[in-house]
């Protein structure tokens, strides 16, 4: 394909990225199924601009209110942005998969839209850690949750990415609410995504620094403490997929959903962890 064709068509894939993960209205002339898997590969590139625009509410909202405040804005921010499509699926995976019950039962009540007990708490446990763990970045330096904000929600969508790649759908193809998304992808998907991640690691620590005004890098966002986040995202991906392997066999939309959740809290606890890097 000609250079600026393939160029024009991953732009083309990155705006139905945007438009399958967040409320951004995106109008196509024309579209085709097979895009809605394809676009998998830009997943982290749209996790980042979500993530910027939640650094952008956090750094506004700190000059008005503490840290605890702003933080709350910017979470509430990234939801709004998504409409809470992430949140969704980690409160219906705890529900199906918090009690002992067995493959098809847990996949019927992941389909329910009612909230159970292990739902709220599996999500109200992990926004209440997100948001402590940001004031704390916060609270530290502000540039260093707002990079945060970018990182995690970027790479927490790469272990989402991962488990597309290794794993089949767990479920019905047919009923899928998004059927494209419930094949297997290639690891061409995966090694974009991948690559997104790289050069926002190399890109958002230099960003910082230059903001910041000083003449190294900050701290929290040194080498050896960003490798050891995204191997912390990574480690939860690996989680994640051999329980839900375990459980249903393979992955779902909410599984996907609880993946991303818990990836981008491993971001923020490596980012937030005392240690010497």
Known sequence: MNPM?????????????????????????Q?????LQDCARHFPLVGAGVGLFGAVVLLAALQVWPAPVAVALAMAATVWLTGGFHED??????????????????????????????????????????????TVLAQRQPLLAAAALVLAHAWSRTGAVALLAWLPYAGEAEHAKAKPLAQHIGPVALA????????????????????NGTAGTLPGLSPVRLVLAALAAAGVALWCGRW???????????????????????VYLALAAHHGA
């Open 244 to 266: 839900l392997r375990r459980r249903l066999g393979g992955f779902t939309g909410d599984g996907l959903g609880a993946t991303q959740q818990w990836c981008e809290l491993a």
């Open 31 to 35: 579209f085709d199924p097979q895009w």
């Open 5 to 29: 064709l393939r160029l024009r068509h991953e732009a083309r894939l990155a705006a139905v990225a945007l438009q399958f993960l967040t409320r951004v209205p995106v109008r196509f002339r």
């Open 89 to 134: 699926g980690l409160a219906d995976t705890c529900d199906g998969l918090g009690g002992a019950v067995d493959r098809a039962r847990a996949l019927l009540i992941m389909k329910d839209s009612r909230l159970g007990s292990y739902g709220a708490l599996g999500l109200l446990l992990t926004l209440a850690l997100k948001a402590a763990v940001l």
């Open 192 to 211: 974009v995504a991948l690559a997104w991640c790289a050069l926002l690691a190399l890109l958002l620590p230099w960003l910082a620094t230059w903001l």
